[in-house]
Structure formats: C-alpha cells, structure tokens
C-alpha cells in the first residue's frame, strides 16, 4: 500500500502551483521522484528511498520498485461547499477518498495575485475549510440517524454517531476510538481524516517564518505544521540531481517539499517500510505501524496470509553491513520469526508459506 494525500485550499492559495510542481519532475529523468500523471488532477510519485537502492545493488536485482504515494488536487474550496456552491460537491468527493489531508494555505504578500477573501489571513481560510467539512459531516450523521435508516444500524453503530453529532453540533475536534474509526470512515466521515498544514511562504522567509506561518503556528499548536515555498519547489522540478543539490545548497534548502510531505506523512498515519530483496527484484512495500507478519505478507499476495509459516528477518543496516542474507546467517544475525511478529521498519524480510 501507499498512502493518498489530497491537496485541499481556497482559490489562489498556491495549491495548484504546488501539485504542478511536484508533477512536473515525471518528464526528468534524473530527478529523485518521478511522477506518473493517471489524469489532471492525480500524480502518483515513487517514494525513493537510499535503503533500498542499497539493497538492489547488494543483490544485484534486475528490478528495483518503490512504494508511492498518491497526490489529488482537489478542487478549489469556497463558502458554501458543504452546500454544494462553487465546485463543493466534487470537492467534497474527492476528499473522502483519501488517506489524509493536505490544508495548504497562503502565507505570502503578493500584488499580482488576489486573494478570495482580499485579506491574507491563514487561519480564517483554515476555518473556512473546517466549518465546511463539518457541515459536510453533519448533513451526513443525520442523514443516517433518520428513523427509517436507524433500523440498519446496530445499537452501538448509533451510539457512536450520537456522540459524533453531539461533538459536531459543538465544534469540537471528534474523538474517535481505534475501533470506531473503520466505521465512521465507511459512511464517509470527514472531519476524523488526519491532516497536516502547509503553509505556502516566500522564499525569503521559507527558512525563518513569518507573521503569517507564526499566526497559524499559534492558533494550532496540536497540528502538523510545516512551510513549503510553492514557486521554490516549481523551480525545483525543473531540475536534474545535481542542479536540484547545487541550487539547494545555495538558497540553504535542507529538504525539499516533497521530502517534507513524505515525512510528515508516514508519521501522521503511522506507517511503516519493509523489504524484500533477491536477484530478481528489490522492493519497498508500506505497512500499518504494529502490523503482524502474517498480514505484512498479505500485501505481497493476499494468499500468503492464511499459507504463512514463519519469515526470515534481518535488519537493512546487517544487511547493508554484510552484504547479503547468507552473509547476516553466517553472522547470527538473521532471525526465524513467527505468526506473533511484530514487522519493524527497515526489516528485509523473507517469507516461507504453504503452496
């Protein structure tokens, strides 16, 4: 599995700037995440990770295959999406189909380009998109707490849509229990999907802030946060690997926004990289954090749950060290794991099953 992010912001925030930026690296051929566009509003990006390049190289592969992640530019929201003004019903739509969101939001003074609301103000645009996401889940609860759609709904089904219009009628943020939240995702809840703000800033004050990202920073202090210059990263996709390091190094640039948003990512839904790695084929595969061995295996072929019989773990760092599985066995330092395993990050993993 990868992850799917969709990018969410009011009109002229920078939020297709930014997603035609990251597109725009699929026709570079040297550039550290190559982009395959399905269609105008969707890139998906391979999530190129030194580890596994590594490991390619020590098996000698013929194939070497990234995990990805998904980005969605989703149309532009306005006041009055939840009701469907502007194009909120496609808005709305699009969203729930991702993993996560993306709040981009405008941190910048600029003449040439208007905003929506004629003053700058990222919180109130974040506002914006809550209120309007929480309209959404609203309209939704009390859709299915109507009395004719309650007789489908088990007692703690309803229980737990009870609390959530109770929490919504509020405003407040909706706590949501592990068990409950497969659920609530099903009937399409907005407002649990995790999300990070990005805030769009100028170069010049990309690396310092400015009273803008320290407005946002005060307001959501519980919130990922982090600042990207969208013009920054357009430049960025223009550029082949040692032009990309070159310029990077001179404007002080530690990681690109793309880098940052993987990051933030993985963490935010608590993912997790293993591999798998033989002559024919080096892969990178993505996991739930926690995730059992048996079920790590599933995403290989689903078969290979119900057939597992035990793995063969070793670390990518004894790997690397080493130079191949064989040589970890030698060193003591492959391991025979069981249906019990719990799958860390960086594992290189070898699965028997039953054929």
Known sequence: MGFKCGIVGLPNVGKSTLFNALTASKNAEAANFPFCTIDPNIGIVDVIDERLDQLSKLSNSKKKIYTNITFVDIAGLVKGASKGEGLGNKFLSHIREVDAIIHLVRCFDSEKITHVNS??????????????????????????????????????????????????????????????????????????????????????????????????????????????????????????????????????????????????????????????????????????????????????????????????????????KYGSAEKCKENGKLRIEGKDYIVKDGDVLYFRVNP
């Open 119 to 320: 003053k700058i103000s990222p919180t109130s645009d974040l506002e914006t998109i809550k209120t309007e996401i929480v309209l959404s889940d609203l309209d939704v609860v009390q859709k299915k707490l109507e009395k004719g759609k309650k007789k489908l709904l088990s007692d703690k089904e309803i229980k737990i849509l009870e609390d959530v219009l109770n929490q919504l009628d509020k405003n407040q943020k909706v706590d949501v229990k592990n068990e409950e939240e497969k659920f609530l995702s099903s009937i399409g809840l907005l407002s649990i999907k995790p999300k990070i703000i990005v805030c769009n800033i100028d170069e010049e004050n990309l690396s310092i802030g400015n009273q803008y990202t320290e407005e946002v920073k005060n307001k959501y202090p519980d919130e990922k946060i982090i600042n990207i210059c969208a013009d920054i990263e357009d430049q960025l996709s223009g550029l082949d690997k040692s032009e990309k390091e070159a310029f990077m190094q001179d404007i002080g640039l530690n990681k690109t926004g793309l880098n940052q948003l993987i990051k933030e990512g993985y963490d935010l839904l608590k993912l997790d990289t293993f591999f798998t790695s033989g002559p024919e084929e080096s892969r990178a595969w993505t996991i739930r954090k926690n995730t059992l061995a048996p079920k790590a295996a599933s995403v290989i072929h689903t078969d290979f749950e119900k057939n597992f019989i035990r793995a063969e773990a070793v670390s990518c760092e004894d790997f690397i």
